[in-house]
């Protein structure tokens, strides 16, 4: 260990543990160029068989499908660690990975993913010397690695997780189109409590923003400061990770589900009503796109609607969320009015090898110029990030080139929930100029014939 701490206790010792734990993981030793020397520990307990201990630090460490990053191991110790230089900007998330003899990375590439997964499953473990709450994601915890202060602050994430009985509703959406049933949250964030016909915005992953890393409190404190205008919010939950990867792609049924039969349904009392809005027309509609299967119809859907169903709506979405909040701005041109997209998953191709970049330019002969104007995308990736980041460059460049309002920003980062989320806060304040349109630097060539 090149930088061990300045400890009297012998390394490994209880009491150099102790004051491990006192100090908390990881240490965060700041440098002079702008950078930190962070190093983290984990103990290994008594009588195991520990063989390896991995680290995965979102977009940091390389894709342990590539190549896993082990932590080193002292010798005749139960110290294990690993060291690494940062910029003081960072902030991001990490989790261990301790594997017995026998658990061990496979040779063969095919089997490696699935070995990650299950290893993750089986073995994955937040730091438990890390004084920053964890939170989770998938089926594990992820510990936090912040070295710069965050937009939304931990006392407000602790005053979010008390709105339970609050402003913020639960309710429980079954729904006929999609045939499962997930939890929606509900906000109302109105300064002087008289507005109506609020906009309204849409989260996905809803779970993570009014749980895991609760942004309520944030919107609420910014409403009323005036620094967000008076609106609605509404949080969905993703299920499963098969589920997510199935709806939150272009599926064209998760949307109709969510215009036509949730919205109507909410009630803003925390209750989702009976459903009694779908009309014949929609019916029907809804029968053709399941029926069609395809993602990309050869003309937007803006035809389906009901009397109640909303307009002016902003998605945000990350990941296959971009994905879903870009393909839904693009299929319902008039209902949707701004998308947030952050490191959209823009590599995905339907079964017959479209993509939505290319969606982007042939909805736009059905929706015309004029129509493309009335929606605003922001695509947001992180600096840390690399074929997501490529990914968002390019369906921002094509967004550009078929008429769209489009702007592009990158932040401090990778493909992480505490970046997304530190990007997204930052970000909602901040109105869209009006008649600006992003272009990429001239690296990707757009066929928009």
Same mark, same amino acid.
């Given at each position: 260990?090149?930088?061990?701490?300045?400890?009297?206790?012998?390394?490994?010792?209880?009491?150099?543990?102790?004051?491990?734990?006192?100090?908390?993981?990881?240490?965060?030793?700041?440098?002079?160029?702008?950078?930190?020397?962070?190093?983290?520990?984990?103990?290994?307990?008594?009588?195991?068989?520990?063989?390896?201990?991995?680290?995965?630090?979102?977009?940091?460490?390389?894709?342990?499908?590539?190549?896993?990053?082990?932590?080193?191991?002292?010798?005749?110790?139960?110290?294990?660690?690993?060291?690494?230089?940062?910029?003081?900007?960072?902030?991001?998330?990490?989790?261990?990975?301790?594997?017995?003899?026998?658990?061990?990375?496979?040779?063969?590439?095919?089997?490696? @993913? =699935?070995?990650?997964?299950?290893?993750?499953?089986? +073995?994955?473990? /937040?730091?438990?010397?890390?004084? #920053? %709450?964890?939170?989770?994601?998938?089926?594990?915890?992820?510990?936090?690695?912040?070295?710069?202060?965050?937009?939304?602050?931990?006392?407000?994430?602790?005053?979010?997780?008390?709105?339970?009985?609050?402003?913020?509703?639960?309710?429980?959406?079954?729904?006929?189109?999609?045939?499962?049933?997930?939890?929606?949250?509900?906000?109302?964030?109105?300064?002087?409590?008289?507005?109506?016909?609020?906009?309204?915005?849409?989260?996905?992953?809803?779970?993570?923003?009014?749980?895991?890393?609760?942004?309520?409190?944030?919107?609420?404190?910014?409403?009323?400061?005036?620094?967000?205008?008076?609106?609605?919010?509404?949080?969905?939950?993703?299920?499963?990770?098969?589920? @997510? =990867?199935?709806?939150?792609?272009?599926?064209?049924? +998760?949307?109709? /589900?969510?215009?036509?039969?949730? #919205? %109507?349904?909410?009630?803003?009392?925390?209750?989702?009503?009976?459903?009694?809005?779908?009309?014949?027309?929609?019916?029907?509609?809804?029968?053709?796109?399941?029926?069609?299967?395809?993602?990309?119809?050869?003309?937007?859907?803006?035809?389906?609607?009901?009397?109640?169903?909303?307009?002016?709506?902003?998605?945000?979405?990350?990941?296959?969320?971009?994905?879903?909040?870009?393909?839904?701005?693009?299929?319902?041109?008039?209902?949707?009015?701004?998308?947030?997209?952050?490191?959209?998953?823009?590599?995905?191709?339907?079964?017959?090898?479209?993509?939505?970049?290319?969606?982007?330019?042939?909805?736009?002969?059905?929706?015309?110029?004029?129509?493309?104007?009335?929606?605003?995308?922001?695509?947001?990736?992180?600096?840390?990030?690399?074929?997501?980041?490529?990914?968002?460059?390019?369906?921002?460049?094509?967004?550009?080139?078929?008429?769209?309002?489009?702007?592009?920003?990158?932040?401090?980062?990778?493909?992480?929930?505490?970046?997304?989320?530190?990007?997204?806060?930052?970000?909602?304040?901040?109105?869209?100029?009006?008649?600006?349109?992003?272009?990429?630097?001239?690296?990707?060539?757009?066929?928009?014939?």
């Amino acid at each position: 260990m090149k930088h061990a701490p300045n400890f009297r206790a012998a390394i490994g010792s209880e009491a150099w543990w102790q004051q491990i734990a006192r100090r908390g993981t990881p240490l965060i030793e700041r440098l002079h160029n702008g950078y930190c020397r962070v190093t983290f520990y984990w103990r290994q307990p008594q009588d195991s068989a520990i063989q390896t201990v991995y680290i995965d630090c979102w977009s940091l460490t390389p894709h342990p499908v590539e190549a896993p990053t082990a932590m080193l191991h002292i010798p005749a110790s139960d110290v294990w660690y690993w060291e690494v230089c940062l910029p003081e900007t960072w902030q991001g998330s990490y989790f261990f990975i301790p594997v017995a003899d026998g658990d061990g990375f496979p040779v063969h590439h095919q089997q490696r @993913r =699935a070995w990650w997964v299950n290893a993750i499953a089986l +073995f994955g473990e /937040a730091d438990p010397y890390n004084p #920053l %709450p964890s939170y989770t994601s998938g089926s594990h915890a992820l510990s936090r690695l912040l070295l710069k202060t965050s937009v939304c602050s931990l006392a407000s994430e602790t005053r979010s997780a008390a709105l339970a009985d609050g402003p913020l509703r639960l309710a429980h959406w079954h729904s006929h189109c999609l045939d499962n049933q997930r939890r929606v949250w509900q906000l109302h964030c109105d300064a002087d409590g008289a507005q109506t016909d609020l906009p309204l915005l849409i989260f996905l992953d809803g779970a993570i923003w009014a749980e895991q890393l609760p942004v309520v409190n944030w919107l609420r404190e910014q409403t009323h400061a005036g620094l967000l205008p008076a609106a609605r919010y509404v949080f969905i939950e993703a299920l499963d990770s098969h589920t @997510r =990867a199935d709806e939150l792609t272009c599926n064209p049924t +998760f949307w109709l /589900a969510v215009l036509l039969e949730l #919205l %109507p349904q909410l009630d803003w009392q925390g209750n989702i009503t009976p459903l009694t809005l779908l009309n014949h027309r929609n019916t029907e509609a809804l029968r053709a796109v399941a029926q069609a299967n395809t993602p990309f119809p050869d003309e937007p859907l803006s035809a389906i609607t009901t009397a109640s169903c909303a307009r002016g709506i902003t998605l945000i979405g990350q990941s296959f969320g971009g994905l879903a909040a870009c393909y839904a701005g693009l299929l319902f041109p008039d209902r949707v009015s701004r998308v947030i997209s952050q490191s959209g998953s823009f590599w995905w191709q339907s079964p017959q090898g479209a993509r939505l970049d290319h969606f982007a330019a042939t909805s736009l002969a059905a929706t015309g110029r004029a129509r493309a104007g009335e929606v605003q995308f922001l695509l947001q990736a992180g600096r840390f990030e690399s074929d997501m980041r490529c990914e968002s460059q390019r369906m921002s460049a094509a967004l550009s080139a078929s008429g769209y309002t489009t702007h592009y920003q990158e932040f401090e980062g990778g493909h992480d929930w505490l970046c997304w989320r530190e990007a997204l806060l930052t970000a909602l304040p901040q109105p869209y100029p009006a008649a600006t349109r992003h272009q990429c630097e001239g690296v990707f060539h757009v066929d928009v014939q």
